[in-house]
């Protein structure tokens, strides 16, 4: 059994930056791709990022390419989101989730079965 943590959300302007943090425990980490997701409110979850098992392939959803970046630390048992460029509609809880689909790396939320309680960003306008 895996379990996720995330810290890392806050409240910030539009324009600022926020880095999103996830720590594993209870696997063999570098043994699941990872990924975030978000829900803001009244709406479903969405695919945000992903990452593979040794980080050296990486997608976005279109909504956050080229201003969040996620990374991992397999020798540390986290996962990092940093985001950028913050827009009111990033607003959501996220979510850290891992996926024993080695070596896929699924954009699904259904492909991914254990994830943490998710972390608050919140931006204003």
């Known amino acids: 059994q895996v379990q996720l943590v995330e810290s890392g959300g806050g409240l910030v302007q539009a324009g600022g930056s926020l880095r999103l943090s996830c720590a594993a425990s209870?696997?063999?980490?570098?043994?699941?791709?990872m990924g975030w997701f978000r829900q803001a409110p009244g709406k479903g979850r969405e695919f945000v990022a992903a990452i593979n098992w040794n980080g050296g392939s990486t997608y976005y959803a279109d909504s956050v390419k080229g201003r969040f970046t996620i990374s991992r630390d397999n020798a540390e048992n986290r996962v990092y989101l940093q985001m950028n460029s913050l827009k009111p509609e990033d607003t959501a809880l996220y979510y850290c989730?891992?996926?024993?689909?080695?070596?896929?790396?699924?954009?699904?939320?259904?492909?991914?079965?254990?994830w943490g309680q998710g972390t608050q960003v919140t931006v204003s306008s």
């Open positions: 989730a891992a996926s024993g689909s080695y070596p896929r790396t699924p954009r699904g939320e259904h492909e991914y079965g254990y």
């Open positions: 209870g696997g063999t980490f570098s043994n699941y791709a």
